[in-house]
């Protein structure tokens, strides 16, 4: 079973307007982080925003927050006030555990344009 | 500037020969990976490392071979048992203190 899963393989957004980029996740361990990673077409991944499981308020970061809910097991992006700068590809990413030192495990991504 | 070089960017192989791909990162990190990006797709993990002389095989192990003799040093090389190597790879790291892994800037490699 898939532990991540981005339903959205492309989205398209009108410059200065917000995007919501949805991910669900999987996993019976109590204790885990959620993180959203940016990739552009240069290749290198980008780390934008991370959630814990425990953390009672949904996390932000400059234009980006992390709409997140347990019992849906969701953890969506949404950036807001869209640059031509934010076309890229957006991976949604889970670690298991406490332990910072466990590998993420990535969905497949959701490429995101943004029209000018 | 603290972070993680991975050499070299582009890398060409001819069928049946063996390739090393080079991770160093000078941030302190206990924990380096190795991840596979084919086009279009999301990272798939190959190997990781906890700590120095001891790694785990991830997903996609098959066909590749790691070794952690130093801290900050994660080779990675592609034998000829892998059947279909040519994709974007990708080396990370991170630590006990901050939760995000941080990535280079990947190895792009293409059999000929």
């Known amino acids: 079973a898939q532990k991540i899963t981005q339903t959205q393989p492309g989205m398209f957004v009108q410059e200065k307007e917000a995007v919501t980029l949805d991910c669900t996740y999987d996993t019976s361990d109590p204790s885990y982080g959620l993180f959203w990673y940016k990739q552009p077409s240069s290749g290198e991944m980008i780390f934008l925003i991370y959630?814990?499981?425990?953390?009672?308020q949904n996390a932000t970061e400059g234009r980006y927050s992390l709409n997140f809910q347990k019992a849906r097991k969701s953890a969506n992006l949404v950036i807001s006030a869209s640059q031509l700068g934010d076309s890229a590809m957006y991976f949604c990413?889970?670690?298991?555990?406490?332990?910072?030192?466990?590998?993420?495990?990535f969905g497949s991504g959701t490429q995101l344009t943004v029209l000018p | 500037d603290g972070g993680i070089t991975q050499s070299p960017k582009y890398l060409f192989r001819k069928e049946g020969q063996n390739v090393t791909l080079s991770c160093e990162q000078n941030l302190n990190h206990d924990a380096m990976y190795w991840y596979r990006q084919d086009p279009g797709q999301g990272l798939r993990l190959i190997y990781y490392?906890?700590?120095?002389?001891?790694?785990q095989k991830g997903d996609i192990a098959e066909g590749y071979s790691v070794s952690r003799e130093k801290k900050e040093s994660f080779p990675l090389t592609v034998t000829s048992a892998q059947k279909n190597p040519t994709a974007f790879y990708l080396c990370?790291?991170?630590?006990?203190?901050?939760?995000?892994?941080?990535f280079g800037q990947g190895t792009r490699l293409t059999v000929v």
């Open positions: 490392s906890q700590i120095v002389n001891d790694f």
């Open positions: 959630q814990g499981s425990y953390d009672q």
């Open positions: 990370a790291s991170s630590d006990r203190v901050n939760t995000e892994a941080f």
């Open positions: 990413a889970m670690r298991e555990g406490l332990n910072a030192a466990r590998q993420l495990t």
